[in-house]
């Protein structure tokens, strides 16, 4: 069903439906499907809207949106491109909102209630959200440990920080709720990790109770003859053993999967093991780690 009278110029992007009409949208017009009602009294072009991306969702909700408030937890984490663990990023939004205001309610809505300071509070893609380290701490009662280690990981990523080790110390200084396991994320942090799933292969390694050498994360070695440097996933660089997470684009990408067959035959060649890990090794990860026991024995560690 197309529009019989087009939608005014200024009416573009969400509006509360109070602020169409005064753009001169009528009620039927509000009732039009090519228009999506994401929240209540909240009218958007439906054309191109995803309701499950976090960030489009909090830009639909901007109209309804206290001043002084902002989007926290998991909604702030997708706005920085955080990676949360699988199925722990709820279909609604997180809003806190300081006092004297009152949590947000409302479907689709989680609210809270919190003191920011102004050092707490960011804007990101023109949303208002709390600072990476804020929201840090604000994800601590909602995921686990290394959960918290992937977060962390990619907030110090050297080669794109969005906060630094210090500014993580000091929000949990201040920070009321979720300090054991802050603190407990805190020295597990690298900022050599470049994906999520590498930061848990490697806080599975270190919590294991094994007394394994310490990994080296995205660990670079230069290759003879020919001196090009490659970059290992995780390796215990004395027993020349590396750990290279397999995802699935390794496997279905033709190009990819052949450079990784030289890659290896290349590192093997300069007298390096390689270990592939995929999602199931991770999902068990007491196999895992006794087969990188054995393969450690067999490189020559001696617990």
């Avoid at 709820?90 to 949590?103: C, E, I, K, N, Q």
Wanted: glycine residues 8%; proline residues 9%; contains cysteine.
């Amino acid at each position: 069903m197309a529009f019989r009278k087009p939608l005014p110029p200024t009416a573009a992007g969400a509006l509360s439906t109070a602020a169409a009409m005064q753009h001169g949208v009528t009620r039927a017009q509000l009732r039009n499907p090519e228009l999506a009602a994401p929240f209540r009294g909240v009218r958007l072009a439906a054309s191109g809207f995803d309701a499950e991306d976090p960030v489009q969702l909090a830009r639909a909700y901007l109209p309804k949106l206290p001043l002084g408030s902002v989007f926290s937890h998991h909604t702030a984490a997708s706005v920085w491109g955080l990676p949360l663990p699988d199925g722990t990023r709820p279909p609604s939004l997180h809003v806190t909102t300081p006092p004297p205001g009152r949590a947000r309610r409302g479907v689709g809505v989680i609210g809270h209630r919190s003191v920011l300071s102004e050092t707490e509070m960011a804007v990101r893609f023109g949303l208002p959200v709390t600072t990476p380290a804020r929201t840090w701490c604000d994800l601590a009662n909602l995921i686990d440990v290394p959960g918290l280690v992937a977060v962390g990981d990619r907030l110090l990523w050297f080669q794109d920080p969005l906060c630094t080790k210090r500014e993580l110390e000091d929000a949990v200084d201040v920070t009321r709720a979720g300090v054991r396991s802050l603190r407990a994320a805190l020295p597990l942090l690298s900022d050599r990790s470049q994906s999520h799933r590498e930061s848990m292969l490697r806080v599975l390694i270190v919590l294991s109770g094994y007394p394994f050498p310490s990994p080296s994360p995205n660990h670079e070695l230069t290759l003879r003859p020919g001196g090009r440097r490659v970059r290992l996933d995780l390796a215990f660089p004395t027993q020349q053993l590396a750990l290279e997470y397999e995802g699935d684009h390794h496997r279905t990408n033709r190009t990819q999967w052949r450079i990784d067959i030289r890659r290896i035959d290349d590192l093997e060649a300069a007298g390096w093991h390689i270990m592939r890990v995929t999602d199931d090794d991770l999902r068990d990860g007491a196999d895992l780690l006794d087969r990188l026991a054995v393969r450690l024995r067999g490189r020559g560690w001696r617990p």
